[in-house]
């Protein structure tokens, strides 16, 4: 039996975020909740956007401050930044997350649906971000993290609406990226692919351990924001190590 010692990996010191204020949209639930988590677990002052006030109660305290606000809506998304940029002393951290998932084929799929969709996934990140970018030029720069999906290069059938609200996503990260990377702005897309969250109804988060975590993505938001200045990761693609097999 071999006895020789293991080697084991030195694990990096938790960064301190103390001086970090961040906004996360959608992040009462799933995958925003964890970030938020991640991020005032480390000393961040968060504020977490959702539409539901029982959602926001369970996930606000102590530095996550909850605000209420449906991001498809223009002048609730901008009131909900500016709110949150007051609360916290400032914003250095937009996490656009908020999101919708309905999955049907283009003829059954209802206009209302359609409209949900792009609301929320894609015009919400330009509602927020448009009024975010103000706030995060007054403290010097900052990060606009956007959580897009595998399904924007991607397309499967049933998700032509929701795969075309990632692409939109994905192209609007890559324009705001260079808009305003010359303000100290930095601009990232995550696109991840299956998540234990229950997402659009797909099924029980818990019966499905192979896919990924949602701490998963909120470490990698953490590993982001503290990542060196000269470098900018502009688009990180995260895939379950061992899907099912179909």
């Known amino acids: 039996m071999d006895t020789a010692p293991q080697t084991r990996i030195a694990q990096p010191d938790a960064p301190d975020l103390s001086a970090l204020a961040a906004v996360i949209t959608g992040g009462s639930r799933g995958i925003g909740r964890a970030i938020a988590a991640a991020l005032a677990g480390r000393g961040a002052r968060v504020a977490i956007t959702g539409r539901r006030e029982d959602d926001l109660r369970d996930a606000g305290g102590g530095n996550i401050h909850p605000v209420r606000a449906d991001v498809s809506r223009p002048d609730e998304a901008a009131a909900a930044i500016e709110s949150a940029a007051q609360t916290l002393g400032g914003l250095d951290l937009l996490v656009n997350n908020a999101g919708v998932g309905w999955f049907a084929n283009v003829a059954e799929m209802t206009t209302e649906s359609w409209q949900e969709l792009i609301g929320t996934n894609l015009s919400g990140v330009f509602y927020c971000s448009r009024a975010a970018i103000p706030h995060l030029r007054r403290r010097g720069g900052g990060w606009i993290i956007n959580i897009s999906s595998l399904a924007g290069r991607n397309p499967f059938v049933g998700g032509a609406a929701y795969c075309a609200t990632k692409a939109g996503l ?77």
């Open 170 to 246: 994905d192209a609007f990260t890559e324009a705001l990226m260079q808009e305003v990377r010359y303000d100290k702005i930095r601009v990232s897309c995550i696109a991840p692919g299956s998540v234990a969250t229950g997402f659009g109804g797909r099924g029980d988060a818990g019966l499905h351990d192979w896919k990924i975590q949602p701490e998963d993505i909120a470490r990698l938001v953490v590993d982001l924001v503290t990542f060196p200045e000269r470098s900018l990761p502009s688009r990180i693609e995260l895939r379950p190590s061992r899907p099912r097999k179909s």
